[in-house]
DNA sequence: GCACCATCCGGACCAACAGTCCGGATACCC
DNA sequence: GGGTATCCGGACTGTTGGTCCGGATGGTGC
């Protein structure tokens, strides 16, 4: 950086979480000042929504490159500064896009039921959350693919990937403390790659890219290759 | 060469040509020709050879996004065409000098003595690949991310790439047939992630990322006896 | 129902970028 | 030295991510 007045600095003011369900916007706006808690105005929540929904639209039908910040105004009907108000960058945007996709993993993760959740062992945890993470990626290469030339270097900061990397690194710890299970769960998660997913993803074959990162986690837990149905 | 000793070990380890490389690839563009070959023109091998030089002095100086083309036009002191010509694209200039600089990595595998030629067992040339590659990555993790960015969804066509991942895939099957040797070639380098390692590199241990990457392929191919201390 | 003010909106605006083009310069060959 | 294919330079274009601020709007207290 350094260039000039433009540094990425905006980028890291993204607006909190972006809330809504699959239904509609909804108020919420977590703030960081949880004293001057501040409802997020009417107007506000119902345009996040609509740029949230133009965003994946315009990743649908084109690719991660049709997506600029122009047109996904244009496409939610809002002003170009509106959509940099609420996300702070295209960065940002992708981000909130990608983490409303996973947070019901997230969640199921941290407090659902077993297999994803506490409770069962950590070789049957793994692979259920490899099995979630994988499908949420194969469903969302694009997007990955798009949120990685966005972030750029930041990637390994962002809450998401943290999360992810520590319930990783936790579980292949608990299975083979003998291992570096730190640079293993990095190793793991730098498979999830939009272009890769896209590249190794048959046509025919929507989930062979889950099967081979959940093979390959198992090769290296040392397989004992318990026959589970997919 | 013969600028900033970036890569260490592997160019030590590696019979190296001098820097005296006539010309990277000519980056498609002009020469479709066939059997009548065109000696390049002096001011155009001295242009390119400035413009590449402009280009690492940036990634030195700068980040990765601090190597814009028209910087590196200006710093070699040719034109913004020239650069165009010769290299194609911001992706074609990156993706030379990653040439380059890999180069006699990929002679030596190929063609030069054991372990990294052939003539070693598989096990034994994959340590010797895993840390000439690895040398190479950690002296050029900037460049690398840079290119990732420009590259974008061809990474994975890219004849570097594919060379890599060919020879990596192949020791892998030769060691452990069993295994998605495919699929696992393309896990191990997708952990050459420019920003992965800069995450991953302390300032005290250059090296690191590299034993990790072994141990990595170890564990995989079923480790019960290193070849050598790590 | 009204008025007030914080909050938010819109889109003109900006700098920077990758990539194109073509008149003019130059190296090479004879 | 002359002729020509090749190459050079940098002005030019179209698009992008990101900023800015006058004006509109929603929420709220009355």
Sequence with gaps: MAE??????????VAGRSGGETEGP???QSAEGDAGRRVERADAA?????????????????GGEHVSLDRVAALAGVGKGTVFRR?????????????????DLRDAVTNGPPPL??????????????????????GNAILLAAHEQA???DKYDDLSY???HRHLGTLLAAERPDLDADFLAHAILAVFDGA???HLTPPGDPRRFTRSVQELAMTLLGTAAPARAL
């Design 196 to 198: 890769l997913i896209r």
């Design 117 to 138: 959740g506490p409770g069962a062992p950590a070789r049957e945890r793994l692979l259920a959350f490899l099995d979630g993470l994988g499908s949420i990626a194969e």
């Design 46 to 62: 119902r345009n996040r929504y609509a740029v949230l929904r133009a965003t994946e639209q315009l990743l649908a039908e084109g």
């Design 26 to 28: 909804d108020r919420g």
């Design 4 to 13: 000039s007045g433009t540094d990425g600095r905006a980028a890291q003011r």
């Design 162 to 164: 943290r999360f992810w």
């Design 87 to 103: 996300f702070g960058s295209r960065a940002g945007l992708l981000q909130a896009l990608l983490e409303e996709r996973s947070r």
């Design 151 to 153: 972030c750029a270097e």
